[in-house]
């Protein structure tokens, strides 16, 4: 491996772990956005009720508050997975397919159908991310459970409120102060009405819905970086190594000093653990290959005489040749 090629090869890993990292941080923003909007549209519909002088009907109406709230935070939600998705799986695939382009390139060979390959894949990894099924629950289901659990929190820090007779605009503000400081911060302001709500709220809102968006997008770049690595001619492997925040689980230590053969941490595509191995996993997941220069090198040589490297050959009958347009 040259200077060169080494410096292609980290700088692609190193963009596409960039675009992950990113999109991370604004989901996380974006989630939190999503709870504290639902909370505070509540908060809103209670204080005009008081204004109106309906104190009395606010519990009757918020019901259907409520509901018409879970729908916005499902939808939401459903929104923000489905445009990460396009985005994570596009990171995962980013090493790939721009080594592949330039490695066709460099041979002239024409990168075309190629391209359509990857664009293939994007779309069902896509697919696959959107349809699995994780303990029974598809992400839908999952979305939904979510929307689900925001409407009783906040159904029931109503209820127990006005039953204890708050001001309807101190449970305005509860709402806002629940969902952006925690079950914690009212415990403190509200200690005998928050007994009554252990175990009914979650502590913070959003935490299961950002730890879900971290999962799902991880576990998207990783199905997409091995998808898209089995459409690069001169991939030969998939490293697994740790991050290096320093505080990394056994189960990750393991998984990236695991040798079979290929080197630490090194696994073949179809042997490769699943990524991320748990929730808010930092891991790093690139591609091994062959020298860039030697690789393209015999590309040219298969390219005037295809029997002079079957595995090339194989690529081009199994991978290459399905994205020509007949
Ligand atoms: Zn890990």
């Given amino acids: 491996m040259d200077v060169t090629e080494f410096s292609v090869y980290t700088a692609l890993a190193l963009e596409a772990r960039k675009k992950l990292i990113e999109l991370l941080l604004r989901q996380d923003k974006e989630i939190r956005e999503i709870f504290e909007k639902a909370a505070d549209d509540l908060a809103k519909k209670i204080r005009r009720l008081e204004q109106a002088g309906q104190t009395s009907r606010i519990p009757a109406l918020l019901e259907t508050k409520l509901a018409e709230n879970a729908a916005e935070i499902e939808a939401s939600l459903k929104r923000l997975f489905d445009e990460g998705f396009e985005i994570s799986v596009e990171a995962g695939m980013h090493q790939s397919k721009q080594a592949t382009l330039r490695i066709l390139n460099k041979a002239r060979i024409d990168w075309k159908p190629i391209e359509r390959v990857y664009f293939r894949k994007h779309t069902a990894a896509i697919e696959t991310m959107q349809t699995r099924v994780l303990k029974g629950l598809t992400l839908s289901d999952r979305i939904w459970g979510q929307s689900r659990v925001a409407r009783q ?36 302001q509200y200690p005998n009405m928050i007994e009554r709500l252990e175990g009914n709220i979650p502590m913070d809102m959003s935490y299961e819905s950002l730890r879900l968006a971290r999962t799902e997008m991880a576990a998207a770049f990783g199905e997409a970086a091995r998808q898209a690595a089995e459409v690069n001619p001169s991939n030969t492997g998939m490293k697994w190594s740790t991050s290096n925040g320093g505080n990394t689980c056994d189960k990750c230590k393991d998984i990236a000093v695991h040798d079979s053969g290929l080197g630490p941490g090194v696994y073949q595509l179809h042997e490769l653990p699943d990524y991320p191995a748990h929730p808010n996993c930092l891991c790093v997941l690139s591609e091994v290959v062959e020298d860039m220069d030697d690789f393209v090198d015999r590309l040219i040589e298969w390219n005037h005489n295809p029997l002079a490297h079957q595995d090339i050959e194989r690529w081009y009958q199994n991978i290459y040749k399905g994205g020509m347009i007949s």
């Fill in 153 to 188: 929190s906040m159904g029931a820090i109503i209820q127990e409120a006005i039953a204890a007779g708050e001001h309807p605009y101190r449970v305005a503000e509860m709402l806002e102060g629940y969902v952006r400081n925690g079950a914690k911060t009212l415990v403190s």
